[in-house]
């Protein structure tokens, strides 16, 4: 079965320490893996789609990667306001529509 | 408001009822998703639609319908609640499928005592 799993479940940093958030997958033939944001209380918002191993995209602090195995979400100098659950999600292969999310990494970042 | 729209936001229900959240969509988007979110779970779609008239079930299916009448509105209903589907639930669009980014509204808690 497709899975998804991101480490580690709870991250808390100072303001300022950088660090990366883990998503790995045993999806074969990904067609997609995309981060996403979710505050308290709220949906998931969009940060990230990676399409192909090799593939970097970066927005302020944050800058995803991906392999043929995994994703990662570093954080360069965090902010408080960066606190957050960041969610990873892997679209398989052919026209299944079926994504599959990660548990998700909850983030602190400490003034 | 553009945007995506859920209602209740939240909403306490006894086993056995019928119970239908409400999603509704501004942009005109293709498609919706249904998705609940339970602690140490990711989210995990429920029921997904590519245009007014067209459902498909996704990874959790069962003990749920969907309609898809009109392209901007897409109820969840569930049909005799049971306490597992205690969760929190979350309607999303998107443009054109799963491989453009999802939109998703801020949830409806539902409890099912």
């Known amino acids: 079965e497709d899975q998804v799993t991101q480490s580690p479940e709870a991250l808390r940093l100072q303001e300022g320490e950088s660090s990366s958030l883990n998503c790995s997958y045993t999806v074969s033939g990904l067609r997609g893996l995309f981060w996403y944001r979710q505050d308290p209380g709220k949906g998931p918002e969009f940060l990230f789609t990676?399409?192909?191993a090799g593939e970097e995209k970066e927005k302020e602090r944050l800058k995803a990667t991906l392999t043929k195995k995994e994703s990662f979400l570093h954080i360069t100098a965090p902010k408080p306001e960066d606190s957050a659950t960041y969610l990873c999600a892997v679209h398989p292969p052919g026209n299944n529509n079926d994504m599959r999310f990660g548990a998700g990494t909850r983030l602190t970042v400490k003034p | 408001d553009a945007g995506i729209t859920q209602s209740p936001r939240y909403k306490i229900t006894e086993t056995g009822r019928q119970v239908t959240l409400m999603c509704h969509q501004t942009?005109?988007?293709?498609?919706m998703f249904w998705y609940r979110q339970d602690l140490g779970h990711g989210l995990r779609l429920i029921y997904y639609?590519?245009?007014?008239?067209?459902?498909d079930k996704g990874e959790v299916p069962d003990g749920y319908v969907v309609s898809r009448s009109k392209t901007e509105n897409f109820p969840l209903t569930l049909e005799s609640a049971t306490r597992s589907q205690t969760s929190v639930y979350f309607c999303a669009s998107s443009k054109q499928g799963t491989l453009q980014p999802q939109h998703f509204g801020d949830g409806t808690r539902l409890s099912i005592l």
């Open positions: 639609s590519a245009a007014a008239d067209i459902t």
């Open positions: 942009w005109s988007h293709s498609y």
């Open positions: 990676l399409y192909s």
